[in-house]
């Protein structure tokens, strides 16, 4: 077990910095989430990490061990790649066995490890199959107990989930844990899934354009998001640009007045409110400290819940999501009707502006 070390670490394709000056400490032991949209640089930084790609300037240390210079083989870190990459013209045993084989590991020894592996995965009757012949989900725990079985280091997971259905996904997702756990296993997993990584990380490293944006813990980069970049990639779909006023008040761009504890008078920010710590309400109800009257846009039945889009008088929009009542069996607003939208003066944050 080894904690993993970058410091300034950048990576140049041509004249553009894929990954910018990055530098970051994960804890032995530690289950840390590389969160992203897309070509933000979550796989190269991985690679780096593991040693395919080199990094235009700065360092990576295993341990106390400076890696920089070293080849993958030399790092003893397991990688899952994005597409899975199962060798297809060898068994599943094969294809778990091939890194110690690689490693010169003595043949009983290999047999005993791989049997293991696949044990640990819940894959051992599977072990003389073609990946062919197994489905997605099998084939990636595959990749996962190929990964595990040279008894990884540090343990890297490139979207190891990404071509799972929903239930599988979840289950898988709670496998990892429960693995990273009782191995007690560095491991960072790649993720552009907001919700996987809340669930399986001790902290998460959200990045953008090469970048970090906000390193923390689920609970932290949930409630407390520090740009509008992170809190529109965490679910913050209400980012309201304003300015504070006196007395705890903050005056929207449309004009409305609202209370919101964390002001700062004659600042420029941007509201972030999730669009669950809204309520819609048929008529004031005082409850909140903030209500406001709006017109319902649309409203999206999603089973347990809806979504609506409302509209005040301003023309701001805001998106709002419901709890529907059992039995309820439709939305509760439908559009064009009048409602009130409210929340505390709590239940937002403000964010600076881009
Ligand atoms: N070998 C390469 N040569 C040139 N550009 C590259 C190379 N590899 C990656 N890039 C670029 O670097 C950027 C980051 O790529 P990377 O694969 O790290 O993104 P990512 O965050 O993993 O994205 P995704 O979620 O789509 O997998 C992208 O713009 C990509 O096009
Ligand atoms: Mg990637």
Not at 6 to 35: C, M, R, W
Not at 104 to 113: A, F, S, T, W
Not at 142 to 165: C, G, T
Not at 170 to 199: C, F, G, N, W, Y
Request: hydrophobic fraction near 45%.
């Amino acid at each position: 077990m080894a904690g993993v070390t970058l410091q300034n670490v950048t990576k140049h394709y041509g004249t553009s910095a894929v990954v910018n000056d990055v530098s970051l400490q994960i804890a032995p032991g530690e289950f840390a989430v590389f969160l992203g949209p897309s070509g933000c640089g979550k796989t190269t930084t991985l690679r780096m990490i593991a040693g395919f790609v080199a990094p235009t300037s700065g360092s990576i240390r295993l341990g106390a061990r400076d890696v920089t210079a070293a080849p993958p083989h030399r790092r003893n870190t397991g990688l899952v790649f994005q597409n899975y990459a199962l060798f297809p013209h060898m068994t599943v045993a094969a294809n778990v066995a091939f890194g110690l084989e690689m490693r010169n590991c003595p043949k009983p020894e290999i047999v005993e490890r791989v049997k293991a592996a696949l044990l640990r995965v819940r894959l051992e009757a599977f072990a003389e199959r073609m990946p062919r012949q197994l489905s997605g989900g099998q084939q990636q725990r595959v990749a996962l107990a190929r990964a595990l079985v040279i008894e990884p280091d540090v343990l890297l997971l490139d979207e190891p989930l990404s071509n799972l259905d929903t239930k599988l996904r979840s289950e898988m997702r709670e496998e990892i844990r429960a693995l990273q756990q009782s191995l007690k296993l560095t491991t960072i997993l790649v993720t552009h899934d907001q919700e996987e990584a809340l669930a399986v990380g001790d902290r998460l490293v959200v990045m953008n354009q090469g970048r970090i944006e906000q390193i923390g813990t689920p609970a932290n980069i949930f409630e407390m998001p520090r740009s509008r970049f992170v809190a529109d990639f965490t679910g913050v779909a209400n980012l309201l640009a304003g300015r504070g006023a006196s007395g705890g008040r903050f005056v929207l761009a449309g004009g409305e007045t609202v209370r919101q504890a964390d002001a700062v008078a004659g600042t420029e920010a941007v509201l972030a409110l999730r669009p669950e710590r809204a309520e819609l309400l048929a008529a004031a109800s005082g409850r909140h400290a903030n209500e406001l009257p709006a017109r319902v846009v649309t409203a999206t039945y999603l089973g347990t819940v809806s979504d609506y889009r409302v509209e005040l008088a301003s023309g701001t929009r805001l998106a709002c999501r419901q709890t529907n009542e059992p039995g309820g069996g439709a939305a509760r607003f439908a559009p064009g009707e009048a409602v009130w939208i409210g929340w505390s003066e709590t239940a937002a944050r403000l964010v600076a502006p881009e």
